[in-house]
């Protein structure tokens, strides 16, 4: 006959006809489900823009897919009242994100990459990042135009270890306390007199277009930023070859590389939301890929300090050997506390 045909009928149910392609035929709902893919995205302003970012990016690259947005509500984001160090770390605000993809829910997810754990769940890997914005952080304040400025006793609002070890190792006499929220919500907190001052990661601000007067930025010496601020990742489940050669039009090798070096310390820091971790990993004007890190105590009565450089190719491996001193600098102890 040229061809051969399959016929399934169950309850008195057609299921498609499925044809040889001797005939040249297509199904063409294959190929509309094929062009539509889910994106899952937490529903914040900030997680919504970027997730607007990637859509674009994917469209651009690739003209005839249909992206669907699908927010995902997180434990990161309904609880609020108190800081994620007491109740499971960031990996809060990917958790339903990353069930929803393994499930099959949603083909891929995009996230502040910062806030991505650094070991991912079995089955599910980080595929690309976008362009990094600037990963410094900002000091905000009605009152200061920087932490030296502050007078003893202000209070410095922040529910990131990292930053309130830094804080405190450098200025003691300040008070460090939390403030949870989005970024409208921390700003408007600082602006209504519950805290004298508030740090943010400027990447967050700018694509929310929140820059504002009374904004310093810090520079990297003065305050570390977290392993992989400023980039956005992209996840899909690890065999999703579809997906992931889809991703691979969008994603900026460089941001890629770098992070990867920084997530590499934290993973041999077993870095998380309780243990204060510093990293930036930048690539300069001769190519060589500079590794700034830090570990410190989440009170600020010591912080511990190293860097790298070398090839942009060794960067995971730089990342593993400058966790490994970190840890022998901090001992055993402070991990198993």
Same mark, same amino acid.
């Given at each position: ?113 910062? $806030?991505?754990? *650094?070991? %991912?769940?079995?089955?599910?890997? @980080?595929? #690309? !990042?976008? +362009? ?47 403030i949870r929220g989005n ?29 504002? $007067?009374?904004? *310093?930025? %810090?520079?990297?010496?003065?305050? @570390?930023? #977290? !392993?992989? +601020? ?24 460089n941001t890629f590389k ?63 050997d400058a966790g490994a ?13």
């Amino acid at each position: 006959m040229g061809c051969s045909v399959l016929v399934t009928i169950a309850a008195n149910t057609y299921v498609t006809l499925m044809l040889s392609s001797a005939i040249g035929y297509e199904d063409p709902m294959s190929k509309v489900n094929q062009n539509i893919v889910r994106l899952g995205s937490r529903g914040s302003p900030l997680a919504l823009a970027q997730s607007q970012m990637v859509q674009a990016a994917l469209q651009c690259a690739h003209s005839d897919l249909q992206i669907h947005l699908e927010i995902i509500h997180t434990t990161g984001d309904r609880v609020q009242d108190r800081p994620l160090s007491e109740i499971g770390g960031k990996g809060l605000f990917t958790k339903e994100i990353e069930t929803a993809l393994l499930e099959g829910q949603i083909d891929f997810a995009v996230h502040s990459a910062k $806030d991505m754990e *650094t070991r %991912l769940p079995d089955g599910l890997a @980080l595929s #690309a !990042a976008m +362009q990094r914005e600037d990963p410094r952080d900002v000091f905000i304040s009605e009152k200061a135009i920087n932490l030296a400025e502050l007078p003893a006793g202000a209070l410095v609002g922040t529910t990131s270890l990292r930053r309130r070890a830094q804080i405190l190792n450098r200025f003691p006499a300040l008070q460090v306390v939390p403030i949870r929220g989005n970024v409208d919500t921390r700003l408007r907190k600082m602006r209504d007199g519950e805290v004298d001052a508030t740090l943010l990661a400027l990447a967050g601000l700018r694509r929310l277009g929140r820059e504002c $007067d009374g904004m *310093t930025v %810090l520079d990297p010496d003065y305050m @570390l930023p #977290a !392993a992989a +601020q400023g980039a956005i990742g992209i996840e899909t489940r690890a065999g999703d070859d579809r997906l992931i050669s889809m991703m691979a039009a969008i994603n900026h090798e460089n941001t890629f590389k770098v992070i990867s070096a920084e997530r590499a310390l934290l993973e041999a820091l077993d870095g998380n939301c309780r243990t204060p971790v510093g990293a930036l990993a930048e690539i300069q004007d001769d190519g060589v890929l500079y590794l700034r890190a830090l570990l410190a105590d989440p009170d600020g009565a010591w912080l511990h300090s190293t860097e790298r450089r070398g090839f942009l190719e060794d960067g995971v491996m730089m990342g593993k050997d400058a966790g490994a001193e970190l840890r022998g600098l901090a001992g055993g102890a402070f991990f198993d506390d």
